[in-house]
């Protein structure tokens, strides 16, 4: 609870800790903490502390408070929390931050808290004012209910009573058997604004006198600006004014294609730096060829002698950087004035972002505001601070409100990028083709410097580069999980997946051919391995089941599988292929389980799963960021390209029954996918893909007869 001894009245102002209408002048109502809002007109707001981005965590959050409120989720309206850190921190990830697949996990006690203690303060006033036992009150749909006699008071009548208890501690809550709401398919609460256009996103924010910016940055990394011609696009209609920082141009308009056909105008020449030739071929070169010391993040055993005992497989598995690539591009609208600054902006760190504003534009922390909006996409994306930086720069060059508004090609272009990685793994096989012996050594970045805002030591292990495979669902006697760091100038942030997108992909893909390496069925080879892990082993099976797993598919057609417990989860998938002659991959079916806990709303978990999965199918069949003259090579949807409407097969999810404590799901299907997938391939036409996106000239006719390992030692 956000306030340890009595519930804030009217007079406290409440400041910046509440829906959005009663950030700045107080709220008259019962407020009893960061959460819950409740007026005397009726009116009954839910402040969900993660920012929505699209995941349904908005809806999800709101059934958690509604749950032990008491209401039902068709009697309240839900508002975004403003940055408040005393308000609305969580404790996975130690601040106001939405990512990791951690919002359930970090607020399922304290939101369900939250409710049951403003419900028992309702209740609680209902009976003072009845002079009854509160035992013998209940609340339901918004009412307190006093049982012997009848009496009834909506929560609207009850707030001034409510407004004078004591914050109770320690409410038991409700055991799973009697939700009401928590469990039941709800539909989304943003839905009916998002479909007649009301909802606002960080690009709709308007603000009176308000400017806008386009802007040319820096095409290489490190790079600065050298010379600007700006006359012709001063000389342009709409155009106000061109401002400059080290590595960035804008051009402000009276609106923003006035702006942009300004920045068409412009002549800048530019300093590229000492990353001017910095290719993919010499940061794969960096990972291939990586000098230092291994770190050793986790050991099991002897897997060196039982390497040298037995069978021993190596192999190498490489993937890519990675964009975001979210819908909704980079914005944000800032107002610097001497005494205070405003941001609106889409952000999954809003206090971040308000930290590093406060320092850019010289003003106390108090003094700034952030008014985080409906995302857009953010994968990861909105994890990072550098375009509010950005703008944070710019804005402060000017007296008036700035919208600043990237381009596609700058968001891709100019994005924060998921570490690109160089695997060596080895195993040891017994005489039964099973693993005795496993060894995974990861070479990549990190993000830990830029997320943490300070040096990450290099002795130090980044434990997202091995999680996903040092926390695999398979028992191994003898295992051992290692790290070199091999840093570059390129710019990395978090992506959907962190470090279990990664590694997934090659512990899935690795057990894969172990099995058929083996002569094993690739579920069959798993199950012998999951003994110990009922969970895992339950969704495996329910995922073989559902997608007729043996059934015989006729020639270059395969399914492919892949398990993992990953963000507190458990989920197996299976994806069905075809794949033409001509290196075509055709997606025929897919079919997942997931075990995340608590179920809270059955629709929300099958949306994640199945946009999770495409998202990772995309990524696996398309993407991948490279770099050529210090330029990003990519630039908008054509060149990183996401799955199309017409390529999305049959897709069934089943959610396991489950009455542990929820897991994360926004990440969980990504996670899943690209081992899927190829293993599928493999299955389909014998080729082992080892690195990604998929090279379809690997898949042609021609080339299968002589090709199997795609990635060699």
Not at 70 to 89: F, K, R, S, T
Not at 104 to 116: D, E, H, I, N, W
Not at 192 to 208: M, N, Q, R, S
Not at 509 to 521: M, N, R, T, V
């Amino acid at each position: 609870m956000s306030n340890p001894a009595k519930a804030v009245v009217a007079e406290d102002k409440i400041a910046a800790s509440g829906a959005l209408d009663a950030a700045a002048a107080g709220f008259d109502g019962f407020v009893p903490d960061g959460f819950i809002r409740i007026a005397r007109d009726g009116r009954i707001i839910l402040v969900v502390p993660s920012a929505e981005m699209g995941q349904g965590i908005a809806t999800t959050e709101a059934m958690l408070l509604a749950e032990e409120l008491e209401v039902g989720l068709d009697q309240i309206e839900v508002a975004l929390a403003p940055a408040d850190p005393l308000a609305y921190n969580q404790a996975i990830l130690k601040g106001q931050v939405t990512g990791g697949s951690t919002s359930v996990r970090a607020f399922y006690t304290p939101l369900r808290k939250a409710g049951a203690a403003a419900r028992m303060m309702l209740i609680n006033a209902a009976a003072q004012s009845w002079g009854v036992n509160p035992a013998e009150c209940v609340a339901s749909r918004a009412i307190v209910s006093h049982q012997p006699s009848g009496r009834q008071a909506v929560f609207a009548s009850l707030v001034d009573g409510a407004r004078q208890q004591n914050i109770p501690q320690d409410i038991p809550l409700k055991p799973p058997r009697e939700f009401k709401v928590i469990g039941k398919p709800l539909k989304r609460v943003d839905t009916p604004e998002k479909a007649t256009g009301a909802a606002k996103f960080g690009i709709d924010a308007a603000v009176e006198g308000m400017r806008f910016a386009a802007v040319s940055i820096c095409p290489t990394i490190g790079g600065t600006v050298k010379t600007v011609d700006s006359a012709a696009a001063l000389a342009s209609w709409g155009v106000i004014d061109v401002i400059q920082i080290d590595d960035a141009v804008a051009v402000i308009g009276t609106n923003y294609w006035a702006a942009k056909k300004g920045l068409d105008l412009l002549a800048v020449e530019w300093n590229e730096g000492s990353n001017a030739s910095l290719s993919s071929a010499e940061l794969i070169d960096g990972l291939k060829n990586a000098t230092a010391t291994p770190i050793i993040g986790k050991a099991i055993g002897d897997p060196d002698a039982a390497l040298k005992a037995h069978k021993r497989i190596d192999t190498v598995y490489q993937l890519p950087y990675l964009a975001h690539a979210a819908l909704e591009p980079i914005n944000t609208t800032i107002h610097v004035r001497p005494d205070a600054c405003d941001v609106w902006v889409s952000t999954q760190v809003p206090e971040i972002a308000r930290q590093v504003v406060s320092e850019i534009v010289g003003l106390p922390l108090e003094k700034v505001s952030v008014h985080p909006h409906l995302i857009g996409g953010g994968f990861g994306r909105r994890l990072a601070v550098d375009t509010i930086q950005h703008a944070a720069r710019l804005g402060k060059l000017v007296s008036y409100p700035l919208k600043i508004i990237w381009t596609r090609e700058q968001d891709i272009m100019h994005d924060r990028f998921r570490p690109a990685y160089y695997d060596r793994v080895s195993a040891a096989l017994a005489e039964d083709g099973a693993p005795l012996a496993f060894i995974h050594r990861v070479t990549s970045s990190t993000v830990r410097p830029y997320y943490d805002r300070q040096l990450w030591p290099a002795e130090k292990l980044d434990p997202d580069a091995l999680v996903g495979s040092d926390n695999m669902p398979y028992s191994i006697p003898h295992a051992r999980w290692e790290w070199v760091r091999q840093d570059s100038p390129v710019a990395l942030n978090w992506w959907r997946g962190v470090g279990e997108g990664h590694n997934v992909f090659v512990v899935e893909s690795f057990i894969d051919e172990l099995s058929a390496l083996a002569g094993k069925d690739p579920i069959a080879y798993r199950q012998a391995m999951l003994s110990q892990n009922p969970r895992a082993a339950a969704v495996l099976e329910k995922a073989s089941d559902a997608s007729e797993w043996g059934k015989p598919l006729p020639s270059r057609m395969g399914r492919g599988v892949s398990l993992h417990q990953s963000f507190g989860s458990f989920a197996a998938l299976v994806v069905e292929v075809e794949v033409s002659e001509q290196g075509v991959v055709l997606l025929r079916r897919a079919t997942a389980a997931v075990d995340c806990g608590v179920p809270i709303n059955p629709d929300s978990i099958v949306a994640q799963i199945q946009g999770g999965t495409l998202f990772g199918l995309s990524a696996a069949l398309y993407n991948g960021i490279t770099f050529a003259n210090g330029r990003v090579q990519q630039s908008n949807f054509h060149d990183y390209r996401q799955i199309r409407m017409n390529e999305v097969p049959p897709f069934e999810v089943f959610v396991m029954p489950s009455t542990e404590n929820p897991g994360g799901l926004g990440e969980v299907g990504t996670v899943s996918a690209p081992a899927a997938l190829t293993n599928a391939i493999f299955a389909a036409t014998g080729v082992r893909l080892r690195s990604l996106p998929i090279d379809r000239s690997l898949l042609v006719t021609s080339h299968v007869a002589g090709q199997t390992d795609q990635v060699s030692q």
